[in-house]
C-alpha cells in the first residue's frame, strides 16, 4: 500500500537488494505520470488553455491545496522518463511563469516558534540546511552546498525530517522520499560498540532487533549512521 509506513520501511532498508521492488517501483511512477498526461489533454480547451482550481486552506498547515484531479501546485520538478512536465505549459504571449514559493517556510518557522533567532538570523544570508550545519554539525565554509555536497545532503535531510521527531528508521525512508541517498552520505565506518548502542535504544521493540538482525553489513552501516545522526540531532537542537 501506498501509505504503508511498514512497506516504505523495508524498501528503504532492503529494496537495493531485489532488483523487482525498483521495476514495480518505476511503473508505478509511470503509471501516475501517465495519468497526469492524460489529465492536462482531457482538460485542454480549444484555445489551447486548460483550468485548474485550489482550495483555500486546504490542508490543515493553512496552505492550499490542488483540486478535481489536476495538482498545479507539485508539477515533477525533473525529467521523468525524459520528458519535463513543466515544459509542457507555455506562457500566454507577453506573459512569464515564475515558480513562486515559500522558501523553506516549515523550518523557518519551527525555529521562529523555538525562539531560535540565531537559526532565523543566519537564514537572512544563507539556506537553512546551510545554517543548521554551521550551528551543528561543525561545517565551517561559506557555502555548504558546493564545498561539501555530502554534509548538505545530511543536512538537508535533518532539517526536513529530524525537526518533526523522525525516528532512525522513518529518517531513512523521508531522505529517500526527498531524492537522497543514504547510502551516499552515511559512510562514517561503524563499530561494534555503535552497533550495541542501537541494540540498547531498541531493546525494547522486537521488530527493530529482528530487522537489524536480518540487515548485511553495507545495510547496517546505514542504519546505524542514521540512529548517531538522530542522537546528534536531538542533543544539539533545542526543538526537542
Same mark, same amino acid.
Given at each position: %500500500?501506498?501509505?504503508?509506513?511498514?512497506?516504505?520501511?523495508?524498501e528503504?532498508?532492503?529494496?537495493?537488494?531485489?532488483?523487482?521492488?525498483? %521495476?514495480?517501483?518505476?511503473?508505478?511512477i509511470?503509471?501516475?505520470?501517465? +495519468?497526469?498526461?492524460?489529465?492536462?489533454?482531457?482538460?485542454?480547451?480549444?484555445?489551447?488553455?486548460?483550468?485548474?482550481?485550489?482550495?483555500?486552506?486546504?490542508?490543515?498547515?493553512?496552505?492550499?491545496?490542488?483540486?478535481? +484531479?489536476?495538482? @498545479?501546485?507539485?508539477?515533477?520538478?525533473?525529467?521523468?522518463f525524459?520528458?519535463?512536465f513543466?515544459?509542457?505549459?507555455?506562457?500566454?504571449?507577453?506573459?512569464?511563469?515564475?515558480?513562486?514559493?515559500?522558501?523553506?517556510?516549515?523550518?523557518?518557522?519551527?525555529?521562529?516558534?523555538?525562539?531560535?533567532?540565531?537559526?532565523?538570523?543566519?537564514?537572512?544570508?544563507?539556506?537553512?540546511?546551510?545554517?543548521h550545519?554551521?550551528?551543528?554539525?561543525?561545517?565551517?565554509?561559506?557555502?555548504?552546498?558546493?564545498?561539501?555536497?555530502?554534509?548538505?545532503?545530511a543536512?538537508?535531510?535533518?532539517?526536513?525530517?529530524?525537526?518533526?521527531?523522525?525516528?532512525?528508521?522513518?529518517?531513512?525512508?523521508?531522505?529517500?522520499?526527498? +531524492?537522497?541517498?543514504?547510502?551516499?552520505?552515511?559512510?562514517?565506518? @561503524?563499530?561494534?560498540?555503535?552497533?550495541?548502542?542501537?541494540?540498547?535504544?531498541?531493546?525494547?521493540?522486537?521488530?527493530?532487533?529482528?530487522?537489524?538482525?536480518?540487515?548485511?553489513?553495507?545495510?547496517?552501516?546505514?542504519?546505524?549512521?542514521?540512529?548517531?545522526? @538522530?542522537?546528534?540531532?536531538?542533543?544539539?537542537?533545542?526543538?526537542?
Amino acid at each position: %500500500a501506498k501509505d504503508s509506513e511498514d512497506c516504505a520501511e523495508w524498501e528503504a532498508l532492503f529494496s537495493n537488494d531485489y532488483p523487482f521492488v525498483f %521495476a514495480i517501483r518505476e511503473w508505478r511512477i509511470a503509471y501516475a505520470f501517465k +495519468g497526469k498526461l492524460d489529465a492536462v489533454r482531457e482538460r485542454l480547451r480549444p484555445d489551447g488553455t486548460i483550468p485548474y482550481s485550489c482550495k483555500y486552506f486546504g490542508a490543515h498547515t493553512g496552505r492550499q491545496t490542488a483540486e478535481e +484531479g489536476f495538482n @498545479v501546485l507539485n508539477m515533477y520538478r525533473n525529467l521523468v522518463f525524459g520528458m519535463d512536465f513543466r515544459k509542457l505549459f507555455i506562457a500566454r504571449p507577453g506573459k512569464q511563469f515564475i515558480l513562486a514559493d515559500l522558501a523553506q517556510i516549515e523550518p523557518r518557522m519551527l525555529a521562529f516558534m523555538a525562539g531560535d533567532r540565531e537559526f532565523l538570523r543566519l537564514c537572512a544570508t544563507m539556506s537553512p540546511y546551510q545554517a543548521h550545519a554551521l550551528q551543528t554539525m561543525g561545517y565551517k565554509g561559506a557555502n555548504l552546498k558546493k564545498e561539501d555536497p555530502k554534509t548538505y545532503a545530511a543536512a538537508k535531510g535533518r532539517v526536513i525530517s529530524l525537526g518533526y521527531g523522525a525516528g532512525w528508521k522513518k529518517f531513512i525512508v523521508m531522505l529517500r522520499n526527498y +531524492g537522497i541517498v543514504p547510502e551516499e552520505i552515511f559512510t562514517d565506518p @561503524v563499530t561494534d560498540s555503535d552497533e550495541q548502542q542501537l541494540r540498547h535504544y531498541i531493546r525494547n521493540k522486537p521488530e527493530d532487533l529482528k530487522l537489524l538482525d536480518k540487515m548485511k553489513p553495507e545495510q547496517k552501516q546505514v542504519a546505524v549512521n542514521a540512529w548517531k545522526q @538522530v542522537q546528534d540531532y536531538r542533543a544539539k537542537s533545542q526543538y526537542v
